[in-house]
């Protein structure tokens, strides 16, 4: 990913952010009262406000100074979501069958991380391209894969199987923390001194930077 700095922006201003996922649908209302749904985009795209996460002057000046280092819009960077940022549900530790990457054929070395978001209705399919080092843990058909046996490049999120060792067969699931690549959607950060020694930033807005 061009333009980007392999860094997380300050955790401690993270925790207290609002957002998530946003969708564009045009929607057309027809004459008899039904309408047409499109979908323009295929993915959701991330947005937050991190404004509501600085709660002292340390977090002000942690953010400015990450946001002098980024440029301001110019580099992108790791961003944790406070909500979804596990391979499973918020309150649990990654599990090695949490998420299915691939299945092995015994030819097929590398599977891209995913996260799948499925009810009774229908799924969506994530791509998670940004992995937490050491958090990942891998099976093949049940089986607990020993961390010796694969690799996994935390800046796309590809998992490699090493020589001799890729899966014949079964089902390859994963687990994982992962961050959300995003970039500051402003060029301008606004600093408030409310008070001494304490400070705010109304906004600071991020969006994900799609591949």
Do not use: C
């Not at 946001?67 to 309150?91: C, K, L, M, N, T």
């Not at 687990?175 to 500051?184: H, K």
Request: aromatic share 10%.
């Amino acid at each position: 990913m061009a333009g980007f700095h392999e860094v997380r922006f300050p955790l401690r201003v993270a925790l207290g952010t609002s957002g998530g996922p946003v969708r564009r649908t045009d929607i057309v209302s027809l004459s008899n009262g039904r309408e047409n749904r499109n979908r323009r985009w295929q993915d959701a795209r991330r947005r937050y406000d991190a404004g509501s996460g600085v709660r002292s002057i340390d977090d002000l000046y942690a953010v400015l100074a990450f946001f002098e280092a980024r440029a301001g819009q110019f580099y992108g960077f790791r961003f944790r979501d406070p909500v979804d940022h596990r391979s499973g549900v918020p309150g649990a530790s990654p599990a090695a069958d949490d998420q299915q990457i691939g299945t092995g054929d015994g030819v097929t070395a590398a599977f891209q991380l995913v996260k799948r978001y499925a009810d009774a209705g229908g799924a969506t399919v994530r791509v998670i391209e940004k992995p937490v080092a050491g958090s990942l843990v891998v099976s093949v058909a049940g089986s607990a894969v020993p961390a010796a046996d694969y690799t996994v490049d935390t800046a796309t999120g590809i998992v490699t199987f090493k020589p001799g060792k890729v899966p014949a067969s079964g089902a390859i699931r994963a687990g994982f923390e992962f961050d959300v690549p995003v970039r500051f959607d402003t060029d301008r950060i606004d600093i408030d001194l409310a008070q001494f020694n304490a400070g705010r930033i109304p906004s600071i807005p991020l969006v994900e930077i799609k591949p």
